[in-house]
């Protein structure tokens, strides 16, 4: 063990430093508090920039994440001020902040966002139905359908919330709280009083934007998004909301423009395909009509289409028509 702490003395962060094992394992003098710990963040913070490889992955993400079926809403939020998110969790420093174990990247975890919103629901909604618990001591089916019980996930997905990267530095920042009593705070019987010595206690707060993304049926994945962006601007999420951390402006979310019958495909199953083919071909002429065919059949497959027992149908001879015109 001395060793290794001799091994960790010798060692200084790097702009390629990973934030988030370098806050956990590279303290080398555990038992120094105060000063000695806030000098193990500066040194992170004096190089931390954002990793190169984070930016291609949240690109793919990003991508991935906007096509999982059956709808996926996704918008940016911005912090106003500061947020930290996993402030008691278990760390070698006392205080912790939740980062992305594979890039030390700031990160809102989908349980803390799915956490908040059923919270906002059952204490800011009128309609009992989205009480966690009515007056008769049953839960609300709209909360339980959305966001489960002891015995189902619920209707929507609650995805991390992944810090959008822009300009070089990762935006982590130093705080402080200062317990002015710590003695009364931990119980012992001593009574506050204002000759305690007060004890700053450094910790790490974020900012910047962060993509919230939620996935289900459309009418309960908008419900979703709706709490959850009152809840982040009303209530705040993390820690020391209550002192205006956590805060957050969600942007209002930009719908793409795109022609009708591309939303109809995107929606188009196999159980759906022998009404809904002819009725979104006929309303379609030309290119367009042509286009909308070729994307109908990458939807559901040429194998699929071309199975026998469903070659010959109707709908997928006009499909097949409608592409070659």
């Known amino acids: 063990m001395n060793g290794r702490r001799a091994t960790l003395e010798s060692l200084t962060p790097a702009q390629g430093t990973h934030a988030g094992l370098w806050l956990d394992k590279g303290l080398a003098e555990l038992e120094e508090k105060g000063p000695a710990r806030q000098t193990h963040i500066d040194e992170l913070l004096a190089v931390a920039k954002v990793p190169e490889d984070y930016r291609r992955f949240f690109d793919r993400w990003r991508t991935a994440v906007e096509t999982l079926e059956p709808c996926t809403l996704v ?10 998110v996993g402030l ?136 979703a998004l709706e709490i959850l962006q009152a809840a982040l601007e009303q209530d705040g999420i993390g820690a020391k909301t209550a002192a205006g951390y956590g805060r957050m402006k969600v942007a209002p979310r930009v719908l793409p423009e795109r022609p009708g019958w591309e939303q109809d495909v995107a929606r188009l199953q196999p159980g759906t395909a022998t009404q809904e083919v ?44 409608a592409a070659e015109s």
């Open 278 to 321: 002819p009725r979104i071909l006929a309303r379609l002429t030309g290119e367009e009509r042509r286009r909308a065919a070729l994307a109908m059949i990458e939807r559901l497959g040429r194998k699929y289409l071309r199975e026998k027992g469903r070659r010959d149908k109707d709908w997928v001879r006009l499909v097949f028509a």
């Open 75 to 84: 918008v940016e939020a911005s912090v106003l001020g500061r947020m930290v």
């Open 88 to 223: 008691g969790a278990e760390s070698i420093l006392e205080t912790s902040i939740t980062l992305h174990r594979t890039y030390g990247t700031p990160l809102i975890p989908g349980s803390a966002l799915k956490g908040l919103a059923a919270a906002a629901a059952h204490k800011h909604l009128a309609d009992s139905d989205w009480r966690k618990v009515k007056d008769d001591g049953t839960m609300g089916g709209s909360h339980r359908l959305l966001f489960g019980d002891t015995t189902s996930s619920g209707y929507v997905t609650f995805h991390d919330a992944l810090w959008i990267p822009e300009g070089e530095r990762l935006l982590l920042d130093l705080d402080v709280m200062t317990v002015h009593h710590p003695e009364y705070y931990q119980g012992q019987g001593v009574s506050p009083a204002d000759w305690d010595n007060p004890v700053p206690v450094a910790f790490l707060s974020t900012r910047g934007r962060f993509l919230l993304a939620v996935t289900g049926p459309e009418e309960w994945a908008n419900a």
